[in-house]
Every structure is written in structure tokens, then in C-alpha cells.
């Protein structure tokens, strides 16, 4: 298999997660997905990112607090989030939608139903670990960039050991509570959280593929 092969199956596997199992991962394991995301790109190598990361009780802790704070307070996140979805963004997110919400038999129209999914995002969908992901502020949108890039590749390298992940913006929506619970400094962004751990691969939730647009709808070639 070549080097591109290796990655492409690796990029190909890899999902967002929205039910695990409660097994642990070990210490030795998430070291060696941090530290293989590390070797992103970024601006000026500043290596922005940060984790926050827990284990066992401090998980549950943090799950726990997380619920019950998302039951009453509306969302405050530290960036601003996205103003609106149009066009083909608003038909992506709608289709994702569709695909998530029909998976786990939540009928069109049922809020009841579909507010409960939501929900799971503040149980980190049963995950038993989550890093919290955090960006010096003065270093801006480069420095979520930067992040982003982080973001993904401890997605990959965590899929590569054979460990599912969810990126959960829902999470850093609540920056305040997240920043009281874990103590993180005034000056730091909280940007996301990944929730990771052993997917439960017979759940619903976990039963449908996202699809991307071929190369051609994106590329605008000059040449
Ligand atoms: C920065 C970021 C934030 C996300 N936040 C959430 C979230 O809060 N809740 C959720 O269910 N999925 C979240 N996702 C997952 C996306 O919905 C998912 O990546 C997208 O639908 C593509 O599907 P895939 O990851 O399975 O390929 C997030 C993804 C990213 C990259």
C-alpha cells in the first residue's frame, strides 16, 4: 500500500462518533494521538493548542455539570459563532441533519425527539474521555486556525489506533461553565472539545457516512 493509500483509508475510516463505549482508553495511547497531531503546521510553529484532558470520574464530573448547566442556560461561546448557513452550506447541514436524526428514528418535526439527540452532545455521547481544545486569544482566528488543524489530525491519529472521536463545538458553547469547571485562564479561547473513546459501532447513531462533494466542485482551477 502506498503513503497515500495508508492516509486516505485512515481519512476514510475516520467519523464523528455520537455513541461509545465505556472503556477506557490508556494514558499511553492518548499521548501517542496528541503527540502525532502535533506535528501539524502552524503559523510561526507556535503550536497554539492546549488540552484539557479527563479520565474516568473527571469525566462524569464534568459530564454531569455539563447537562444539567445546557438544561437552563443559553449558549455564550468565546467565538463568535457562524452568523448563518446558505446556499449549499445551509443544504450540507440540513442533509447531515436528516442523516443523524433519521438514524436514530427521530420522526420530522418531532422537537421533543430531536432536542433529546441535541442533548447527548452534553452527555459527550456516553464518550469516557474529553480534551477541551484552547487558543491564546490575542493570536485570533490564525490561532483557531492553527487549532483546527490540530483538531483534525488527533481525529486521524486517534482513528488510526482505532479510537473514535467527535469534534463538539456544542461543548465550547458553554465557554464560561467550561472555563469555571476545569479553572482555564481569562485568556485563553475555548474553541472545542473532542469527546473520544471506543465506538459503540452497533448504535444507531454511529450507522451513517457523511458525504463530500467531488473534487471539481471545489477546486476552481487557472491554469
Ligand atoms: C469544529 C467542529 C465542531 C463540531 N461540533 C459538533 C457538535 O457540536 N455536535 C455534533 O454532533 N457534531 C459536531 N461536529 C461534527 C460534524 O457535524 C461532522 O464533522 C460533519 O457532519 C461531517 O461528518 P463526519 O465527521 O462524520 O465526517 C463538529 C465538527 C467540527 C469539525
Known amino acids: 500500500m502506498s503513503d497515500f493509500d495508508t492516509l486516505n483509508a485512515i481519512l476514510s475510516a475516520r467519523y464523528s462518533c455520537r ?130 488543524g490540530f483538531v483534525t489530525a488527533f481525529a486521524l491519529a486517534a482513528a488510526a489506533k482505532g479510537v473514535a472521536s467527535i469534534a463538539q463545538a456544542a461543548v465550547a458553547a458553554h465557554a464560561p461553565m467550561v472555563r469555571d469547571h476545569f479553572a482555564l485562564p481569562d485568556d485563553r479561547l475555548i474553541l472545542c472539545a473532542i469527546s473520544f473513546g471506543y465506538a459503540d459501532a452497533d448504535h444507531p447513531a454511529n450507522s451513517f457516512r457523511t458525504q463530500r462533494e467531488i473534487p471539481d466542485t471545489v477546486i476552481d482551477w487557472n491554469i
Not at 444539567?68 to 446558505?86: F, G, Q, V
Not at 480534551?131 to 483557531?144: D, K
Open 19 to 148: 455513541a461509545f463505549l465505556p472503556d477506557d482508553v490508556t494514558q499511553d495511547t492518548i499521548t501517542d494521538i496528541a503527540q502525532a497531531a502535533q506535528k501539524v503546521p502552524s503559523w510561526c510553529n507556535a503550536q497554539p493548542w492546549q488540552l484539557t484532558i479527563t479520565s474516568g470520574q473527571a469525566t462524569d464530573r464534568f459530564r454531569d455539570a455539563l447537562f444539567a448547566h445546557a438544561l437552563t442556560n443559553a449558549p455564550k461561546p468565546d467565538m463568535e459563532w457562524p452568523s448563518s448557513y446558505i446556499g449549499v452550506y445551509k443544504d450540507r447541514r440540513r442533509a447531515c441533519g436528516i442523516q443523524l436524526y433519521g438514524a436514530v428514528g427521530v420522526e420530522k418535526g418531532d422537537h421533543t425527539a430531536s432536542a433529546k439527540q441535541m442533548m447527548e452532545n452534553y452527555r459527550l455521547f456516553g464518550a469516557p474521555h474529553v480534551a477541551i481544545v484552547t487558543s491564546p486569544a490575542e493570536l485570533g482566528p490564525y490561532g483557531a486556525m492553527d487549532c483546527g
